[in-house]
């Protein structure tokens, strides 16, 4: 058993605790996930407010629908889909406005401006200019490359959180890198710029 | 395998998802078409920077359930638990409670009465009988009679005092109308006798104004001739 499978388990019986009425059962599967819903939000909308609002959102309504999940072992994905319904909800609501509003970027450098000789300059503004690339993408695009690079998730359970054919899912993943190889290019930003310490 | 199907692989190859005959299928495919090699490094260069993302961590504890220590369910848990008895002692002791209460419970319904005198111990159920005690019925209608005359002379007495009460503020109330007429006359020909005073003033004042502008006309009129 890899601890893939252990950490399911271990939600899996959270979940069944708090059905049964200990409520204790749940601020423990939120001390388990918080950081990832957390993390997964902060990379959708670049802003930590935004994250922390979808974080709160989404436990509060896995609190109060947590009865409606068919299979246990599926809570990870289940609450995946909760936080991406509402970080959709949330782009929405806030339409074009989102898209200026990011704290990622309130300092986002002019590359042009930055010494060359400077490594620590420019990798600093390669890593906003990282996330402003990552925001660029179309939200379908975005949300596959967030789950699959930094949620570590399978295409099997994006599939299913995004309820969508698997190969769709490595389609996404594929034009999504694509754009953010020419992005990067567009932006003379290359892997060389991270190796600065 | 053709260049699309090797592309179909590129993401597996990366997420090290791919079955290990397909990945040395897609090594050797990739080994004889360099463009599509290259095209795989490039991704995977793309990868290699997104991995320098930077991420917030959450600011503290998000959401929490508070424990419902103090529920009216869980306090009636408590109770019952607290209830059952875990020792012969406590459980002797507990009949012996329940027998207790048992006891007062019916002696409480039935108005037991329990006594204990010289003669023995006595025990009866119902209302204790009642001796009775107090006066004969002369005495109490002597008694009646007393209250009844005590009364009368007490009511007597009231209405009297009342009497003498409001004459004594009738005649205060005549002495204090005579004095405030009396005053009002004194002061009303006070007012008359100025009057009469200020006007024989203002006749004699005009006569003499009268006279001398008479003797004026005259002395004109003489002059005049």
Known sequence: ?197 | MNKETARMLFMEYLYDELEEDQKTELENFLDANPALKAELEELSNVRSMLSHLPVKDPAGQIVLVEPETNSWFNWWNNFIDSLILRSKIAKAGFALGMCLLLFISIASLTKMNVKMGSDGFHLSFGEPQTVQQGFTADQLEQLITQVKEDNARMVAQLVETAQEEQQKQFEETLINFADYVEQQRTSDLKLISTGLTNLDETYYDRFRQTDQVLGEIIQTVSRND
């Not at chain 1, 889909?81 to 970080?87: E, F, Q, V």
């Not at chain 1, 930055?114 to 379908?140: F, I, M, T, W, Y």
């Open chain 1, 1 to 197: 058993m890899d601890s893939g499978q252990a950490n399911n388990m271990e939600d899996a019986q959270l979940v069944q605790d708090f059905r049964g009425g200990d409520q204790q059962a749940f601020n423990k599967l939120v001390l388990r996930w918080q950081n990832r819903i957390h993390h997964f939000a902060y990379r959708y909308f670049a802003s930590s407010d935004d994250a922390a609002e979808i974080t709160q959102k989404t436990f509060i309504k896995a609190y109060h629908k947590l009865d409606t999940l068919n299979d246990v072992n599926k809570f990870g994905s289940w609450i995946y889909r909760i936080a991406n319904n509402l970080c959709l909800d949330e782009l929405k609501r806030a339409g074009r406005k989102k898209a200026t509003s990011y704290e990622a970027l309130k300092t986002a450098p002019q590359t042009k401006t930055a010494s060359p000789a400077d490594g620590a300059v420019l990798r600093n503004e390669a890593l906003v200019l990282l996330h402003k690339a990552l925001l660029q993408l179309p939200v379908d695009q975005r949300v596959v490359v967030i789950m699959k690079e930094y949620e570590g998730l399978t295409f099997r359970e994006i599939a299913e959180i995004l309820d969508e054919p698997i190969n769709t899912v490595k389609s996404r993943l594929y034009y999504g890198l694509s754009a953010l190889k020419k992005t990067f290019d567009s932006w003379n930003i290359n892997k060389e710029v991270f190796d600065y310490e």
